[in-house]
């Protein structure tokens, strides 16, 4: 009885505080859905991945409120990207903002979209992923993974090779130690430019440099400047020859977790992020490069003889190899030249 009566004192302390402060507890009150989002690159203005983060949560937060919200993991906090994927997949980490290179690895038809010279610039990889490319290579990537895309955005600039010491041809890449993703649609592509593709995580990439593991790699000139690559390989070959787009993935328990009458909320709000952060990587990318020209990163164009004969290579021993690999690929190969014919 004395416990009891201990219990009500209690009991009734915490009201009269409550009511005095005009504190009550709301029936029905929902706590915030928190979502985790991965990304490899830090947490700056000149990073492709947190230009989208920024952006979706500015939409999401006008869309929704409070009821969302999402912890953001940069400069692979949550573990390198390869093991990001899996995570993904799994539901222990809810999105990721990368390349779709790396998600090759588990729905190898991505990788088409790393293949060397596949898109002329990023306007002819919006046109063709918009007009349904993007679409059937959703398709594939949900049979797979059961994850769904929720933006195909962009990194600030076509990717380059970056090295210590100049290159101005093709024929002077050749053998030289280059980074690479860990796909094989970028080793396949690096392979036939001649040079040795070397596939580390991108965190281990600056000490590599100064330790001469590799002798340069490839990358957008966004991510050189936001990673400081510059400090340890400033000659950029404008090889020009990747217009990738960035790829925000999210699993099924992390989708699961949005409400269901607040979910077409959030997919409207990452389709504006998308077409918004776009328009910005348009921008960046000209902003990138010029920044690293005031960094003294001397940048050397692709003659044009070697990018007609490269991209002959590619055609003729990529494009046509993958589509008879990977047989669902082959109308989204049609799809690109189309958007190609059109531009």
């Not at 997949?89 to 903002?97: A, E, L, N, P, Y």
């Not at 990439?205 to 590799?214: H, R």
């Not at 050189?224 to 070959?237: I, M, R």
């Not at 409400?259 to 709000?269: I, V």
Request: overall charge neutral.
């Amino acid at each position: 009885m004395e416990e009891v009566s201990r219990r009500q004192l209690v009991a009734a302390s915490i009201g009269g505080f409550a009511m005095a402060s005009g504190w009550m507890p709301t029936a029905g009150a929902q706590s915030a859905v928190v979502l985790r989002v991965s990304s490899s690159m830090p947490a700056d203005d000149n990073a492709a991945h947190y230009s989208w983060y920024q952006l979706f949560t500015a939409r999401l937060k006008e869309a929704v409120g409070d009821r969302i919200r999402l912890d953001y993991f940069p400069n692979s906090q949550l573990g390198k990207e390869s093991d990001v994927v899996q995570q993904v997949k799994v539901g222990s980490i809810d999105m990721m903002i990368t390349g779709s290179s790396i998600w090759a690895t588990v729905a190898p038809e991505l990788g088409m979209l790393d293949l060397g010279y596949m898109f002329d610039s990023f306007e002819h990889a919006a046109k063709a992923l918009d007009a349904g490319a993007g679409k059937d290579l959703e398709k594939i990537l949900m049979s797979k993974t059961n994850v769904s895309v929720l933006g195909w955005g962009f990194h600030f600039g076509a990717r380059n090779v970056y090295t210590k010491t100049p290159v101005k041809s093709l024929a002077e890449l050749k053998d030289r130690k280059l980074r690479v993703l860990p796909a094989p649609a970028f080793i396949e592509t690096f392979q036939l430019m001649g040079a040795t593709p070397t596939p580390i995580p991108v965190n281990e990439l600056y000490t590599a440099l100064q330790t001469g593991v590799v002798d340069g790699f490839e990358h957008d000139a966004g991510t050189v400047l936001a990673q400081k690559f510059y400090e340890v390989a400033n000659k950029c070959f404008m090889t020009q020859h990747l217009f990738s787009p960035m790829f925000v993935a999210i699993g099924k328990r992390g989708l699961d977790n949005v409400p269901a009458d607040l979910r077409p909320k959030f997919m409207e709000a990452a389709s504006q992020a998308t077409q918004a952060q776009r328009e910005v990587a348009a921008r960046k990318s000209n902003e990138a490069i010029e920044a690293l020209k005031e960094l003294n990163v001397e940048f050397s164009p692709m003659p044009q003889p070697d990018r007609d004969a490269i991209q002959k290579v590619m055609a003729e021993k990529l494009y046509a190899r993958y589509a008879q690999q990977y047989p669902s690929t082959k109308s989204i190969f049609e799809a690109i030249a189309a958007a190609r014919r059109s531009a």
